[in-house]
């Protein structure tokens, strides 16, 4: 395999695409345009399409209807680089060390968005404009990083544009280095903030301690009933629709299951808890639910004391959801939940931010078997099927619209550093990417053909 060139990939990251920070819409811009001026050149048709907050890219390029489309999903923005003193070198100016490119967004996604579009720039330089395998279709947004906002109404705004046979992206890990994976499920997110108030303001614990109630102690009561001891999650109906696992999908996470101390290193936590002591690791962190406090708030919390009695306390929660979990639903049984553990004439406010709908895969599609040959093939190691934690809000939007199947092929890895300093990327994985995804787009028409 022979090395891309990397200064499309170093241009781009040198752009600090932030999407949650104001003073970087210029920025955005200035993505937007790296993208749309590199379809053109390429020869594809791109457009800019309105979004809530940013807007998102679209390309296409024809060769010929009677061949198989394939939509390309990838995002352009990134997360704020943190404090510059944790970066070894300035996060958006790309650093290449040991064979690895150092840089915000380098993993995520920019990185292995640009696999796809090399790609098919070498498919166009192997076969012509005129005469690609497949057609190609992208979608890159502008808000992955604050909840994919616009996602669902794009879909449904602009149906025609997203019509493909197979949709596929890059946008998670494999299980370990020259170890290549598919990702088979992804869990959703629903996050709430719960807000207990007592009083219209902070009393003095000396004047009203033994009369007044105190917020903090209710709201503590409501999230301890929230989870047993064993960590199962006590909302009524909450587990009634949860898809189960085929036996072949079981065995593949057993296959991969790490020691915990890989999870304890990894992670740089102290020990193992949050969830069901009796369920795999694998599946504790790629297949069952989760409920856990994100944040949590009342009274003073500055430096020294202050004898009061605080008059509200509020907490943050996030919910992992899985496949057919329905975070609406949830979200109701939740508040029906809390209520019923308020005391009266307690005011009680829950709310609730942007979902993600959880995802899984037909393993059983020929898609996947053509995928896992090609990673096998290509890397030299047996491709598996693995899970995601995490979400990705088109990709269960985009299913549960065309109903298609979608082929997360990660090239990242575990220790990407994704989200947090020194984010970096395999050069080995970005060379490896693109001839693997050359082979299998390549070879898309006689799999479709053969259906």
């Not at 078997?369 to 190691?381: M, R, Y």
């Amino acid at each position: 395999m022979t090395s891309p060139p990397l200064d499309l990939l170093t241009d781009f990251l040198k752009i600090p695409s932030v999407s949650s920070q104001p003073e970087h819409l210029p920025d955005m811009a200035a993505a937007r345009e790296f993208l749309v001026n590199l379809f053109n050149s390429m020869g594809f048709t791109s457009k800019v399409l309105p979004s809530e907050v940013h807007p998102a890219v679209y390309a296409s390029l024809f060769s010929d209807p009677s061949k198989p489309t394939i939509l390309v999903y990838g995002h352009y923005d990134v997360q704020p680089p943190g404090a510059p003193s944790s970066w070894t070198t300035p996060p958006f100016e790309p650093d290449i060390r040991k064979e690895r490119i150092y840089a915000r967004g380098a993993a995520d996604n920019k990185g292995q968005l640009l696999i796809h579009i090399l790609t098919v720039k070498d498919l166009i330089a192997k076969y012509g404009l005129d005469n690609l395998p497949v057609n190609f279709k992208f979608i890159i947004e502008g808000e992955e990083e604050i909840g994919s906002l616009s996602v669902e109404k794009l879909i449904t705004q602009y149906p025609d544009l997203f019509a493909a046979d197979y949709v596929f992206l890059s946008d998670t890990e494999m299980v370990a280095p020259g170890e290549p994976s598919i990702d088979i499920t992804m869990r959703g997110c629903v996050d709430f903030e719960i807000t207990v108030q007592t009083g219209s303001h902070d009393l003095h614990s000396g004047q009203f301690g033994g009369l007044a109630p105190n917020p903090a102690f209710i709201l503590t009561h409501i999230l301890n009933k929230l989870r047993n001891g064993r960590g199962r999650i006590q909302i009524p109906r909450f587990y009634e629709d949860i898809v189960p696992l085929s036996p072949k999908e079981l065995s593949d996470f057993r296959h991969l299951e790490p020691k915990a101390s890989e999870i304890l290193k990894e992670g740089h936590f102290y020990y193992l808890g949050g969830g069901e002591p009796g369920i795999s690791l694998n599946r504790r962190r790629w297949s069952e639910p989760t409920l856990d406090i994100t944040g949590l708030d009342s009274g003073y919390t500055g430096p020294g004391t202050k004898t009061i009695i605080p008059n509200t306390a509020s907490a943050k929660i996030s919910l992992r959801l899985v496949p057919s979990q329905d975070p609406r639903k949830i979200y109701r049984s939740f508040v029906d939940f809390v209520q019923k553990l308020i005391p009266k004439n307690t005011v009680c406010s829950v709310s609730r931010t942007a979902v993600a709908m959880p995802y899984k895969a037909d393993s059983a599609h020929p898609v996947y078997s053509l995928a896992k040959d090609i990673l096998t093939d290509t890397f030299g190691h047996h491709a598996v099927f693995t899970g995601q934690g995490g979400s990705i809000g088109f990709i269960p939007a985009i299913a549960g619209y065309y109903h298609i199947p979608c082929v997360l092929i990660g090239f990242g890895l575990p220790d990407d550093n994704v989200h947090a300093p020194n984010e970096h990327f395999s050069l080995e994985n970005f060379t490896g990417g693109i001839a693997a995804m050359t082979k299998i787009y390549s070879r898309l028409p006689a799999l479709t053909s053969a259906k």
